[in-house]
């Protein structure tokens, strides 16, 4: 192996590239790949879960069946709507910094917030709804006259799986809320929107993982 | 040589398995002496004969030969696939008992061992077994996860609360064998000892007749002695004055108890009595609820000699 | 060879907490990772200690109980899942692959962060009354068990995090920052076998993370998942923490034999033998390390079929590991063979992880497991592939790349009496753990059967003289540090780029970007001479 090749490129005119990559184009195909690998093991965090809910359902079929019930299936429906227009209005807003349109991307980054907060409020909702009823994880569980016993074990995954869920939705939020901040400010432009774009694909993960998680315990037959 | 080998790493062999799962395992201990002896003999060899400061005839570089991976893959392969269906066709055999076996029930706890047989007589520790005929153990565990080891057998399942597995042997020597806990499960985890008394069809009939033991012959507190340690009492119990998971029996009878409840009761025989076939009733001040219950599984004669044990403890 | 470099160029303790330089990262991951490895055998010490009669030695049953976990989960999460990749990969894969630093300097302090985080939390347990449930946290038992297991259960959590994102970290610096002309089959295969691991870093390190949250939510709110009596399967708990623990031992193997790849073709001056081999088997074993968990399980109660399965399956993923051994081996025919320090490391390795593997077969195969599962047996084979294996390799690694770590040479002479000890020290620890567990001794097990002492005693003794090498080497090591710095910027003639810069390097590694014309090994094509003296 030879040792040649021109001293490293001035990086004043992108003071967003970093002095480790020679090219812009470099740096965000790798930020892409990092953010991919990312959601793979997000992916596989929340695919243990359901495998571990898969088979408890196995062995509790009737007992889960009788439990999901009280789900409130039309609030889960509008959430399933209301992420689902999110990840539309997320993917407008990397359109929109793709084509260097502040004010669009301001505008779609607060309507995928504002829509996120929704989501939250929705379930703080049901929530609220479970709690009264005594419909809780475990050895909370305090609802009574189940005609089958051991649907605690159904809340305990529903709120494990929405809970975990939903604070990847906050932990979203908190980063939507920082890019919408950013973009006011005027720090991205065509050349470079790589946090948004990164951001959308965490985003569409999010919207994904709802998507399985609501026919998994909103629609059991 | 080959049964120098087995003898040397292997237990004895109590059944005619046994015997075969060495097979298997001297035949890999050959396997992994050889590859060991190549790989370690190829590379002493390079490293001597191509020493840097020596000037040996070096040639061009090899770097790649496809014929050689392609073999040292193949070969391997075939080698690993032999060592698959042998341990598999092992394992079947242990797997499925046969139809005719012999069925006793086996309950591990913390920390001891309880066996049950289909006349309805129970024992603690002891496991006793026909000769020569095919023996099924149903188990499942009352807490933690055990498991049911006899290395002379060459056989081992875990115990699982809320589950039952099997396991299932012949017996082909007549002797004493260990049983061992292989699943570790706390404190007394390696005092989890038992034996598996194999006998000769009569002695075993009659043995189950007389209904354990001969219990009847020895007085009170030699008996409560024996049955100290094979009923696992000393895994908790000290008689020197040590604390344990449960009080000392040293200077206990006779005198003043303080309870977990704040009550104080003297340690009489009915205090005795009671903390053995219901111990929870009283427990001790400062230690934890764990005893299990020895109700129905000692006979009175057993609890009276224990009590008498009990009470020689100065 | 003073002059400015990365260690001098910003001086005070806020320059290094605050570092983006992937070798100061890997510098302060080098001694975290080595504080832990003598945390960690402080612990077997004790262990062994404990084990020289068959009753009580020094300790109690619980206390020892929590030796031989603390052992267990300071030395595999806290010292042999990020030592190489963390400490030796953070500093010399950039280097390697002639780039500036990694793809994401930031989130690399992040992963050291993390790491301190969980092991400040994991060895806060030893406050807290400490951990007995063994690094396995079986269920029923841990569920229901006191100790510190919620705190030690979220450590493994962080930990997991600082795992998962070094692995994100290298995978994109391979794919996106290779030097100008560096093909993938041009790649020093250190770089194929960190690619590997890192792969099975992110796809398994999750699974651990869901299995100790959900190990955590039983304990704290009955969620009834692993315990029987609320309905759930404690067996169940096995798959999981099998599922991500198997293809761990292949992030723990996968970076030792990555190094050793490097270092037999330069103290042979040979190229590698077998190279696309080499490269495809660390990919191989990352596949197939995923489907081999249950021969953790051949007794658990699974099913006969699913026992098959697995054991079919462990048995195909030996093939690929013998592959590379026959190859180092062949790399050294007709070499040139120099035996320093890394080199006798190297050989060591060969010699131990050889019988380290083999004795994976007894296990994969399912009637010899059923008799030598959970007895000293098992422990022998993994310190064999592990210590003998990855320790060992790590050690090799050391040596090779510490004098451009560091800048400087350390004793020859010692490192040799210290190879020596540890390799004799070594073997008999654990050959005799071997026997021990051949005739029926299991493990975990704090009273034995008075027939077992005296391959207790060989083993506790063998200990002492392992313990007494590894001193040694902290000895010179450290020692060299107070020389001059005296190192030559390429000290063993190797070919890769990390020796076309200086010893330490520079804070931006290269003066100039390298530009790649041939292979990482190719001594044929060099003279012996202008390899030997090879200065830039």
Same mark, same amino acid.
């Given at each position: ?10 990086? &004043? ?5 970093? +002095? ?39 062995? +509790? ?90 649907? #605690? ?25 920082? =890019?919408?901040?950013?973009? %006011? ?37 | ?50 020493? %840097? ?35 598999? +066709? ?40 026909? =000769? ?131 009550? &104080? ?50 | ?9 910003? %001086? ?64 595999? #999460? ?58 396995? #946290? ?87 998942? #692993? ?242 090498? =590894? ?9 060299? =540090? ?55």
């Amino acid at each position: 192996m030879s040792l040649s090749g021109a001293a490293a490129e001035p990086h &004043t005119e992108q003071p967003f590239l970093q +002095h480790h990559f020679a090219l812009p184009e470099q740096q965000a195909e790798a930020s892409k790949i990092g953010m991919w690998l990312f959601l793979v093991t997000e992916i596989l965090l929340f695919g243990g879960l359901f495998a571990g809910y898969g088979v408890m359902r196995m062995l +509790h079929a009737e007992a889960f069946h009788q439990a999901h019930a009280h789900l409130d299936r039309a609030l889960g429906a509008l959430n399933t709507v209301v992420l689902l227009v999110s990840s539309f209005t997320m993917a407008m807003a990397v359109h929109s910094a793709r084509r260097g349109e502040r004010r669009k991307l301001v505008l779609f980054l607060a309507l995928t917030l504002s829509l996120a907060g929704v989501f939250l409020g929705v379930k703080y909702v049901e929530y609220s709804h479970k709690f009264h009823d005594g419909l809780l994880p475990g050895r909370l569980y305090a609802h009574r006259g189940d005609a089958t016993a051991g649907q #605690f074990m159904f809340f305990s995954f529903y709120f494990l799986m929405t809970g975990l869920h939903g604070l990847h939705v906050a932990a979203g939020m908190a980063v939507i809320a920082w =890019l919408l901040r950013r973009a %006011r400010r005027g720090e991205f432009s065509a050349r470079y929107y790589t946090p948004v774009d990164l951001t959308g694909l965490y985003w569409h993960l999010v919207d994904m993982i709802w998507i399985y998680l609501f026919p998994m315990l909103y629609l059991i037959s | 040589m080959i049964s120098w080998l087995r003898d040397l790493l292997m237990p004895a062999a109590g059944t005619a398995y046994a015997r075969q799962v060495d097979d298997l395992f001297v035949f890999l201990t050959g396997l992994t002496l050889f590859f060991f002896l190549l790989i370690a003999g190829l590379t002493a060899w390079f490293v001597v004969r191509y020493r %840097r400061a020596r000037g040996a005839a070096r040639g061009a570089a090899v770097s790649q030969h496809t014929g050689l991976e392609v073999a040292w893959s193949v070969i391997p392969l075939a080698l690993v696939i032999v060592i698959f269906f042998w341990g598999f +066709h092992g394992y079947i055999n242990a797997a499925v008992p046969p139809a005719e076996a012999l069925e006793i029930k086996v309950t591990g706890r913390k920390w001891l061992w309880q066996f049950e047989y289909p006349n309805g007589l129970r024992t603690i520790n002891e496991l006793h077994v026909p =000769l020569g005929k095919p023996v099924k153990l149903v188990m499942v565990s009352e807490d933690v996860i055990h498991s049911f080891y006899v290395p002379t057998f060459r056989i081992k399942q875990d115990v699982l609360p809320g589950k039952y597995t099997q396991l299932w042997f012949q017996a082909a020597e007549a002797g004493v064998h260990r049983l061992l806990c292989a699943e570790y499960c706390g404190t007394g985890h390696s005092d989890m000892l038992g034996a598996i008394h194999v006998q000769s069809a009569e002695e075993y009939a009659q043995w189950l007749e007389k209904g354990g033991e001969g219990a009847e012959a020895i007085p009170a507190a030699q008996l409560g002695r024996l049955l100290y340690t094979k009923y696992g009492c000393d895994a908790c119990h000290s008689l020197d004055g040590s604390r344990g998971e449960g009080p000392s029996f040293r200077g206990v009878f006779g005198h003043p108890v303080r309870l977990a409840d704040g009550r &104080t009761v003297t340690a009489d025989e009915n205090y005795l009595r009671e903390s053995i076939v219901q111990p929870q009733a009283k427990v001790v001040a400062g230690f934890q609820p764990v005893m299990p219950t020895f109700q129905g599984l000692l006979r009175e004669r057993e609890i009276t000699a224990l009590i008498e044990f009990i009470k020689e403890q100065k | 060879m003073t002059g400015r470099n990365y260690l001098n160029e910003r %001086r005070g303790l806020w320059s290094w907490l605050t570092t983006r330089d992937h070798k100061r990262i890997g510098v302060m991951y080098l001694w975290s990772t080595l504080l832990a490895f003598f945390l960690g055998g402080v612990f077997a010490l004790l262990i062994r200690l404990e084990l020289l009669t068959p009753g009580k030695t020094v300790m109690s049953a619980d206390t020892y109980n929590k030796m031989f976990t603390l052992h267990g989960a300071v030395m595999i #999460f806290l010292f042999i899942i990020p030592s190489i990749p963390a400490a030796l990969g953070n500093f010399v894969l950039p280097l390697l692959l002639g780039a500036k630093d990694v793809a994401f300097p930031r989130l690399n302090l992040a992963s050291y962060y993390l790491y301190l985080a969980g092991a400040l939390m994991a060895l806060a347990t030893l406050a807290m009354g400490g951990i007995d449930t063994g690094w396995t #946290f079986y269920t029923p038992y841990s569920t229901s068990t006191g100790g510190a297991v919620n705190l030690v259960t979220l450590a493994v959590f962080v930990l997991g995090f600082s795992s998962i994102f070094t692995g994100i970290n290298f995978i994109a610096t391979v794919h996106k920052l290779r030097a100008p002309g560096m093909s993938w089959f041009r790649m020093p295969l250190f770089v194929w076998g960190m690619y590997a691991t890192a792969v099975i870093q992110i796809l398994a390190t999750p699974v651990l993370g869901i299995t100790v949250l959900l190990l955590l939510m039983e304990r704290l709110l009955g969620i009834g998942i #692993f315990d029987p009596k609320l309905g759930g399967d404690p067996v169940l708990f096995q798959h999981f923490f099998w599922f991500y623990s198997h293809p761990a031992v292949y992030i723990m193997i996968l970076p030792g034999m990555a190094i050793i790849s490097e270092v037999i073709p330069v103290f042979s001056r040979r190229p590698i033998f077998g190279y696309r081999a080499i490269a495809f088997s660390s990919v191989a074993i990352a596949g197939v390390s995923f489907l081999v968990w249950g021969h953790h399980m051949f007794v658990s109660g699974q099913s006969v079929l699913a026992s098959a399965i697995f054991s079919f399956l462990t048995f195909l993923v030996a093939i690929p590991s013998a592959v590379k051994v026959f190859n180092w081996v062949a790399t050294m025919y007709r070499g040139s063979i120099s035996l320093q320090a890394p080199m006798l490391y190297a050989i060591s390795f060969l010699l131990l992880f050889a019988i380290g593997g083999l004795t994976g077969l007894f296990l994969g195969a399912l009637a010899t497991d059923v008799h030598l599962h959970d007895t000293y047996f098992v422990v022998a084979h993994f310190h064999y592939v592990m210590m003998g294996g990855t320790v060992i390799a790590f050690l090799a690694g050391l040596h090779y790349w510490w004098p451009k770590m560091f800048g400087r040479m350390y004793s020859e002479r010692w490192s040799r009496v210290a190879a020596a000890l540890i390799f004799v020290g070594f073997n008999a620890t654990f050959l005799a753990q071997f026997v021990m567990g051949s005739r029926g001794m299991p493990r975990r097990y704090y009273n034995y059967l008075p027939e077992f002492q005296p391959l207790h005693i060989l083993s506790t003794a063998g200990s002492w003289v392992l313990a007494l090498g =590894l001193l040694i080497m902290a000895g010179y090591l450290l020692a060299s =540090l107070r020389r001059r710095p005296d190192a030559p910027p390429n000290p063993w003639g190797g070919l890769t780029l990390e020796w076309q810069t200086g010893s330490p390097p520079p804070t931006h590694n290269f003066e100039r970007t390298p530009r790649v014309e041939g292979g990482p090994y190719d001594f044929h094509l060099v003279s012996e001479e202008a390899a030997a003296g090879r200065q830039r």
